[in-house]
């Protein structure tokens, strides 16, 4: 079975936001402020994807790994922002964000000044939640 590439490392985060336009680099500052008083985890590079808390998955095939359970990439197009358990059940928030794109976990915004900053920890939030919730029913 392949090795998941997507792995904690030792990667100073501060180095690799500061290697970032500076208006990007304030976004992220904002973003990892959110996620880590969500979290209460302090952020770790996952390649580059900005990761908060930890939880191991097994799949009915045997495939396992570790994965970060909320998190962020700065992309060159956009800020990619990671909702493991997707939006479904947030239609109502995600009316109210403001301007963005999504795919089936992933949240993309332009800047955090196109969204309802409020909103989006709102999101970020259910969604931490829902992967304890979900992580937590797992391993009882």
């Known amino acids: 079975m392949a090795e998941n590439k997507t792995k904690p490392g030792k990667e100073s985060v501060e180095e690799f936001i500061e290697t970032l336009e500076t208006t990007v680099q304030q976004d992220c ?7 880590k008083k969500i979290s209460g985890k302090n952020p770790v590079m996952w390649g580059n994807i900005v990761g908060f808390g930890q939880f191991h998955y097994k799949y009915a095939s045997g495939r396992e790994g570790e994965y970060f359970l909320t998190g962020f990439s700065p992309r060159k197009a956009n800020l990619t922002i990671y909702f493991l358990p997707g939006f479904e059940t947030h239609t109502e928030l995600m009316q109210k964000l403001g301007k963005y794109k999504t795919a089936k976990s992933c949240l993309y915004i332009k800047k955090l000044s196109d969204v309802d900053v409020k909103i989006l920890e709102q999101l970020i939030s259910d969604s931490y939640q829902c992967m304890i919730n979900h992580y937590l029913k797992m391993v009882s």
Not at 29 to 35: E, G, Q, S
């Open 29 to 35: 500052k904002t973003l990892i402020k959110i996620m």
